[in-house]
């Protein structure tokens, strides 16, 4: 099974256990990582900060965020913003054209019954970025992020600021090819 299937197949079971809890959590079976949360009927999964290239971030600088969003809904979602206490500002951000960089978006489409990041979902290269932290960061630790969604609410995730180790899932960070892969 390729690594989009694995992804499919354990975000279901993840989705499961947080409808059954209904509070963020921190998942840590195998290829998985990041935070995960719920609300309404949007799954966050995955969302962590990426760790920063000594030990932390200093004020003023910027930050990654990779995440995956999915709908159990049977109409269509969308993420209209994130902020943080510890920033300036979160962007929204995708690579709609598939070139390498990416954009600031006012909103980043969560399909009905579906999965932002996945083959035929609405953006297949999205992240946040963190701008202008407003104190140090380091890694290890955890950043407030909350987010906006037109329909399911709001909902606080406690996102770690970690590295992506070779055995670590992270959500689709890339354009699908022309085959869907």
Known sequence: MNRIGTLGITTAAVAA??????????VLESGTMGTNAEVGDVVLRNVFVQAPGDSS???????????????DS?????LLGV?????????????ADCDGSSETVPRIPVP??????????????YHLRVVDF????????TVP????????G?????????????????PPTRCATATGS
């Open 154 to 170: 709001e909902v606080t995730v406690e996102a770690m600021v970690e590295a992506v180790d070779d055995g670590d899932v992270p």
């Open 57 to 71: 971030y200093r004020p003023g600088e910027d930050a990654v965020v990779r995440l995956a969003m999915f709908s």
């Open 112 to 125: 009905a019954e579906g999965a932002v990041g996945e083959p035929g979902g609405v953006d297949l290269a």
């Open 74 to 78: 049977d109409r269509p979602d969308a």
């Open 17 to 26: 256990v947080l409808a059954s809890c209904g509070e963020p959590q921190r």
């Open 83 to 95: 902020r943080s206490r510890s920033a300036g500002a979160v962007e929204l951000r995708s690579d």
């Open 145 to 152: 992020l909350t987010f906006d969604f037109e329909n399911a």
């Open 134 to 141: 407003s104190e140090e960061v380091q890694a290890g630790t």
